[in-house]
T-cell receptor, first 114, second 116 residues
Framework: AQSVAQPEDQVNVAEGNPLTVKCTYS??????LFWYVQYPNRGLQFLLK??????LVKGSYGFEAEFNKSQTSFHLKKPSALVSDSALYFC????????????FGTGTRLQVFP | NAGVMQNPRHLVRRRGQEARLRCSPM?????VYWYRQLPEEGLKFMVY????????ESGMPKERFSAEFPKEGPSILRIQQVVRGDSAAYFC??????????????FGDGTRLSIL
């Protein structure tokens, strides 16, 4: 069965410092991986995706993510955090072969302190 | 605004009433997905529809819940005889016709359903 794990409920980081939000997945076949961000009382906004190709994927707002097949991970990163990055972040996976639905992790709350 | 439109944004119902949630996909999108988000949890897939067809309803509760996406008009998620446990945020997402599996789904702002 497909699954996504986000091991940290919350990540705290000081503004200007690098941030990492962790995600591991389990899926049969090649995964399609996505990161979304959710602000209060809003829907999810797409940040970036990995389908194939380079393991380092660049996305919106300066975020990037690294796909690691051997570790089945897709960690979200940003070199320098902003206070405005504070939000709820979701990792999601879709098996490439037979389904269109997304399987989401439970989310990680990112808090960036000034 | 060419985004996914959901209405109402907030809906309050008493136990036993019916709730109807509407979703208009992005222009040019013909794939619609419904997800439910319980407080402090991730999104759980409910149903995937194309025009006039239910493609995958593996996440739908067996009773009281139904969904449609008619040829004309928005997609509707219908919950009959609501109970307190139905209180949640319901999100609709859409994706384009071509290669939907490697395209991101675009989400609406959701409908927050509260059951009294």
């Amino acid at each position: 069965a497909q699954s996504v794990a986000q091991p940290e409920d919350q990540v705290n980081v000081a503004e200007g410092n690098p941030l990492t939000v962790k995600c591991t997945y389990s899926v049969s076949g090649n995964p399609y991986l996505f990161w979304y961000v959710q602000y209060p009382n809003r829907g999810l906004q797409f940040l970036l995706k990995y389908i194939t190709g380079d393991n380092l994927v660049k996305g919106s707002y300066g975020f990037e993510a690294e796909f690691n097949k051997s570790q089945t991970s897709f960690h979200l990163k940003k070199p320098s955090a902003l206070v405005s990055d504070s939000a709820l972040y979701f990792c999601a996976v879709r098996a490439s072969y037979n389904t269109d639905k997304l399987i989401f992790g439970t989310g990680t709350r990112l808090q960036v302190f000034p | 605004n060419a985004g996914v439109m959901q209405n109402p944004r907030h809906l309050v119902r008493r136990r036993g009433q019916e709730a109807r949630l509407r979703c208009s996909p992005m222009k040019g999108h013909s794939h619609v997905y419904w997800y439910r988000q319980l407080p402090e949890e991730g999104l759980k897939f409910m149903v995937y529809l194309q025009k006039e067809n239910i493609i995958d309803e593996s996440g739908m509760p067996k009773e009281r819940f139904s969904a449609e996406f008619p040829k004309e008009g928005p997609s509707i998620l219908r919950i009959q005889q609501v109970v307190r446990g139905d209180s949640a945020a319901y999100f609709c997402a859409s994706s384009p016709v071509d290669s939907p599996r490697n395209q991101p789904q675009h989400f609406g702002d959701g409908t927050r359903l509260s059951i009294l």
